[in-house]
């Protein structure tokens, strides 16, 4: 479920920033799900993370098929 909506707000926008989901997020247990989505799609090459220095933002961005 939140692989798909990940998958809805990334392709709307190319880049998403992960700063950019946590007004989105309402829980603590909806952020672990969500970071476990992201590492997920991580593992099965749906997405990069891009985070240009430490500690900087992560963007993510989708891998074109």
Same mark, same amino acid.
């Given at each position: !479920? %939140? /692989? =798909? &909506? $990940?998958?809805? !707000?990334?392709? +709307? #926008?190319?880049?998403?920033? &992960?700063?950019?989901?946590?007004? *989105? *997020?309402? +829980?603590?247990?909806? $952020? #672990? #799900?969500i &970071?476990? =989505? /992201?590492? !997920?799609?991580?593992? +099965? @090459? %749906? *997405? +990069? #993370? *891009?985070?240009? @220095?430490? &500690?900087?933002?992560?963007?993510?961005?989708?891998i074109? =098929?």
């Open positions: !479920e %939140q /692989i =798909a &909506f $990940l998958w809805g !707000e990334i392709n +709307t #926008v190319q880049r998403l920033n &992960f700063k950019n989901l946590i007004p *989105i *997020i309402k +829980t603590r247990l909806q $952020l #672990v #799900v &970071f476990m =989505a /992201i590492l !997920e799609m991580l593992r +099965t @090459k %749906q *997405i +990069t #993370v *891009i985070q240009d @220095k430490p &500690f900087g933002d992560l963007i993510l961005q989708g074109s =098929a």
